[in-house]
C-alpha cells in the first residue's frame, strides 16, 4: 500500500527542498528513538529538476513526498508586472472586495491619494515660488517616492511579484503561466501512470494553493468520463447488477444529497466529505483512474479568490456556474453533479446507464481542507489566507490555526504565513472531537496549525481508499 503527497511551495524565491524538508519533518519525526531514520531520500526520476528529491517514509503505510518546484519559473519578474497588478486591484469598486481585505485596500486607496495631494500640493508650491528649496517642506516627497520605489524593487517584487504574474492573464504572463501548469498537470499525471499510488495528497501553500487548485482542476479533465470496467464483457459487474447489487449509489443520489443539505455546519461539511470519500472508492471500484483524495491549501489566497481569480465578484460567480471555475459542491449538471451517458450497457440481461461526473466536479471525490492563521480586520493574522468556505462552497472545511501558547504572538502577526508547519504539538482535543460538537471550530480551542495539517493530511488513512463499499439504501434503483 503506497501513497504519494505533492507538496508546492508559495512564493519568494524558494530554494529546492527546503520547502518539502521542513514539511516532511513536521509529518512525521526525523529519526526514531535508536536513530533509525523514519524517512530517506531517493532520485525524484518523475522530475527533470536534478535538484529535486523523492522522501520516503518508513512503515506499514509507505508514503512518497515530491515537491512541484516552480519558482525558477518566475525569473525575470520586472515592477511594471507588479504595478500592473496592483493598479488592476486598486481601481476596482468596494463591492469587488473581499471583505476580509476591505481595511488593507481603504488604506491603500487613501494613502496614495495622500501621497499624490502631496506631490501635486509640492509641485504647484515650488513652482509658483511659494517656498524657497531650503524650507520647502515637501522636498522630502523625491526622497519618499525614492524609499517606496525601493521598496518595491527589493522586497515587495520578490514576494507579490510572482503573485502579479500568476493570477494576471495579461499576454505577458499567459506564457509563464501556462508552463507552471502544464509542469504541475503532468507530474500529477505522471504519478498516476506510476500505478503505484492507491492515494495522492496535494498540499499547496500560499501561491502554490492557487497552483495546486488549478492543476488538480485541468487534470480532471482527463478522468472524469473514465469508467473503464463498464464494459459487456465485465463479469463479475454484471453478475452483480443481476443480483440488484447498485454500482453508483454514491454518485447517484447519496453523493447529490449530501451536497444539498450543506448549511455552513460542521455536521453537513463532514457528511459530505464522508459521501467524496465513497464516491472516491465508488468510481474506483468501476475502474475510475482519479487518484487524489485530498487538496489541502494553507494559507491560501483562494479565500479572495472573487478578487483575484476573476474581473470582479459577480465575474466569478458567473465562471463557477458556467463550470470554468471548480467549486466544493460541485456545480450542478442535468443529474446530480454530472450527466448520463448516452448508451446503456449491456450489463448480462439487463441495461445500465453510467453516470459521469461533470469536468468541474473534482471536488465530488476529493476532499478540500483549509487551514488559515484569522486575521481580525485584515491586520493581526495571515492576510493572504483565511476561510475558502465563503467563495468556493459550504464543502470546504476551513481550519481556523494557532502557534503554541509562548509564540502566540506570530498567529496573530503577519509573519504566521510561514508559521504553518513550524512547530509541534496542539490541541489533538479539538481534532478528536472533530465532528462530534458543533462548536469546535468556531468556539473551541484551535488546533496548532501544524497538528490541524497531520490531521488534514491523514497519511494513516489510506487503508479506507481500498474497500469498495457499497449500500444498497443509498439511491434508488438503476438502469
Given at each position: 500500500?503506497?501513497?504519494?503527497?505533492?507538496v508546492?511551495?508559495?512564493?519568494?524565491?524558494?530554494?529546492?527542498?527546503d520547502?518539502?524538508?521542513?514539511?516532511?519533518?513536521?509529518?512525521?519525526?526525523?529519526?526514531?528513538?535508536?536513530?533509525?531514520?523514519?524517512?530517506?531520500?531517493?532520485?525524484?526520476?518523475?522530475?527533470?529538476?536534478?535538484?529535486?528529491?523523492?522522501?520516503?517514509?518508513?512503515?506499514?503505510?509507505?508514503t512518497?513526498f515530491?515537491?512541484?518546484?516552480?519558482?525558477?519559473?518566475?525569473?525575470?519578474?520586472?515592477?511594471?508586472?507588479?504595478?500592473?497588478?496592483?493598479w488592476?486591484?486598486f481601481?476596482?469598486?468596494?463591492?469587488?472586495?473581499?471583505?476580509?481585505?476591505?481595511?488593507?485596500?481603504?488604506?491603500t486607496?487613501?494613502?496614495?491619494?495622500v501621497?499624490?495631494?502631496l506631490?501635486a500640493?509640492?509641485?504647484?508650491?515650488?513652482?509658483?515660488?511659494?517656498f524657497?528649496?531650503?524650507?520647502?517642506?515637501?522636498?522630502?516627497?523625491?526622497?519618499?517616492?525614492?524609499?517606496i520605489?525601493?521598496?518595491?524593487?527589493?522586497?515587495?517584487?520578490?514576494?507579490?511579484?510572482?503573485?502579479?504574474?500568476?493570477?494576471s492573464?495579461?499576454?505577458?504572463?499567459?506564457?509563464?503561466?501556462?508552463?507552471?501548469?502544464?509542469?504541475?498537470?503532468?507530474?500529477?499525471?505522471?504519478?498516476?501512470?506510476?500505478?503505484?499510488y492507491?492515494?495522492?495528497?496535494?498540499?499547496?501553500?500560499?501561491?502554490?494553493?492557487?497552483?495546486?487548485y488549478?492543476?488538480?482542476?485541468?487534470?480532471?479533465?482527463?478522468?472524469h468520463?473514465?469508467?473503464?470496467?463498464?464494459?459487456?464483457?465485465?463479469?463479475?459487474?454484471?453478475?452483480?447488477?443481476?443480483?440488484?447489487?447498485?454500482?453508483?449509489?454514491?454518485?447517484?443520489?447519496?453523493l447529490?444529497k449530501?451536497?444539498?443539505?450543506?448549511?455552513?455546519?460542521?455536521?453537513?461539511?463532514l457528511k459530505?466529505?464522508?459521501m467524496?470519500?465513497?464516491?472516491?472508492?465508488?468510481?474506483?471500484g468501476?475502474?475510475?483512474?482519479?487518484?487524489?483524495?485530498?487538496?489541502?491549501?494553507?494559507?491560501?489566497?483562494?479565500?479572495?479568490a472573487?478578487?483575484?481569480?476573476?474581473?470582479?465578484?459577480?465575474?466569478?460567480?458567473?465562471?463557477?456556474e458556467r463550470?470554468?471555475?471548480?467549486?466544493?459542491?460541485?456545480?450542478?449538471?442535468?443529474?446530480?453533479?454530472?450527466?448520463?451517458a448516452?448508451?446503456p450497457?449491456?450489463?448480462?440481461?439487463?441495461?445500465?446507464?453510467?453516470?459521469?461526473?461533470?469536468?468541474?466536479a473534482?471536488?465530488?471525490v476529493?476532499?478540500?481542507?483549509?487551514l488559515?492563521?484569522?486575521?481580525?480586520?485584515?491586520?493581526f493574522?495571515?492576510?493572504?489566507?483565511?476561510p475558502v468556505?465563503?467563495?468556493?462552497g459550504n464543502?470546504v472545511?476551513?481550519?481556523?490555526?494557532?502557534v503554541?501558547?509562548?509564540?502566540?504572538?506570530?498567529?496573530?502577526?503577519?509573519?504566521?504565513h510561514?508559521?504553518y508547519?513550524?512547530?509541534?504539538?496542539?490541541?489533538?482535543?479539538?481534532?478528536?472531537?472533530?465532528?462530534?460538537d458543533?462548536?469546535?471550530?468556531?468556539?473551541?480551542p484551535?488546533?496548532?496549525?501544524?497538528?490541524?495539517?497531520?490531521?488534514?493530511?491523514?497519511?494513516?488513512?489510506?487503508r479506507?481508499?481500498?474497500?469498495?463499499?457499497v449500500?444498497?439504501?443509498?439511491?434508488?434503483?438503476?438502469?
Amino acid at each position: 500500500m503506497k501513497q504519494a503527497v505533492v507538496v508546492i511551495h508559495g512564493i519568494g524565491e524558494q530554494r529546492p527542498m527546503d520547502t518539502l524538508r521542513s514539511f516532511v519533518e513536521a509529518m512525521i519525526p526525523a529519526d526514531t528513538p535508536d536513530g533509525t531514520p523514519f524517512y530517506w531520500s531517493k532520485p525524484d526520476r518523475l522530475s527533470r529538476n536534478f535538484d529535486l528529491r523523492v522522501l520516503k517514509s518508513s512503515g506499514r503505510t509507505s508514503t512518497d513526498f515530491y515537491e512541484y518546484y516552480w519558482a525558477h519559473k518566475m525569473q525575470g519578474t520586472k515592477v511594471g508586472h507588479l504595478l500592473s497588478w496592483l493598479w488592476d486591484i486598486f481601481k476596482r469598486p468596494r463591492r469587488d472586495i473581499p471583505d476580509a481585505i476591505v481595511p488593507i485596500w481603504r488604506t491603500t486607496r487613501w494613502t496614495l491619494m495622500v501621497l499624490l495631494l502631496l506631490i501635486a500640493t509640492g509641485t504647484l508650491a515650488t513652482v509658483w515660488g511659494q517656498f524657497e528649496h531650503e524650507t520647502n517642506p515637501f522636498a522630502f516627497v523625491p526622497l519618499l517616492l525614492g524609499a517606496i520605489g525601493l521598496g518595491l524593487r527589493y522586497s515587495a517584487l520578490s514576494y507579490l511579484g510572482d503573485a502579479a504574474r500568476y493570477l494576471s492573464p495579461n499576454p505577458q504572463n499567459v506564457m509563464v503561466r501556462e508552463q507552471i501548469r502544464a509542469d504541475g498537470v503532468e507530474l500529477l499525471r505522471a504519478l498516476h501512470n506510476k500505478g503505484d499510488y492507491d492515494r495522492i495528497i496535494v498540499v499547496g501553500h500560499s501561491l502554490g494553493s492557487v497552483i495546486a487548485y488549478d492543476i488538480v482542476g485541468y487534470l480532471w479533465h482527463e478522468y472524469h468520463d473514465q469508467l473503464t470496467k463498464v464494459i459487456p464483457s465485465n463479469l463479475e459487474l454484471a453478475a452483480r447488477y443481476a443480483n440488484g447489487e447498485l454500482l453508483q449509489p454514491v454518485v447517484k443520489g447519496a453523493l447529490y444529497k449530501a451536497g444539498t443539505a450543506l448549511d455552513g455546519s460542521l455536521s453537513s461539511t463532514l457528511k459530505f466529505r464522508e459521501m467524496q470519500a465513497q464516491a472516491f472508492i465508488e468510481q474506483r471500484g468501476l475502474g475510475n483512474g482519479w487518484r487524489i483524495t485530498d487538496l489541502v491549501t494553507v494559507g491560501s489566497p483562494m479565500a479572495h479568490a472573487s478578487l483575484l481569480l476573476g474581473r470582479s465578484v459577480s465575474d466569478f460567480k458567473r465562471r463557477i456556474e458556467r463550470r470554468e471555475a471548480p467549486a466544493c459542491p460541485p456545480t450542478e449538471d442535468t443529474n446530480g453533479y454530472g450527466y448520463n451517458a448516452r448508451q446503456p450497457v449491456m450489463l448480462g440481461q439487463k441495461p445500465f446507464t453510467a453516470q459521469y461526473l461533470h469536468h468541474a466536479a473534482a471536488f465530488a471525490v476529493t476532499r478540500w481542507t483549509n487551514l488559515y492563521f484569522p486575521a481580525p480586520y485584515g491586520l493581526f493574522g495571515d492576510i493572504v489566507g483565511g476561510p475558502v468556505k465563503p467563495v468556493m462552497g459550504n464543502g470546504v472545511l476551513d481550519l481556523p490555526v494557532t502557534v503554541g501558547t509562548w509564540k502566540g504572538w506570530l498567529a496573530r502577526s503577519w509573519f504566521s504565513h510561514t508559521h504553518y508547519w513550524s512547530e509541534r504539538g496542539g490541541a489533538q482535543g479539538y481534532l478528536g472531537a472533530l465532528g462530534e460538537d458543533e462548536q469546535a471550530i468556531t468556539d473551541g480551542p484551535r488546533p496548532s496549525a501544524t497538528e490541524a495539517l497531520r490531521w488534514a493530511v491523514d497519511l494513516e488513512g489510506l487503508r479506507r481508499f481500498r474497500t469498495v463499499a457499497v449500500k444498497r439504501d443509498l439511491a434508488p434503483a438503476e438502469g
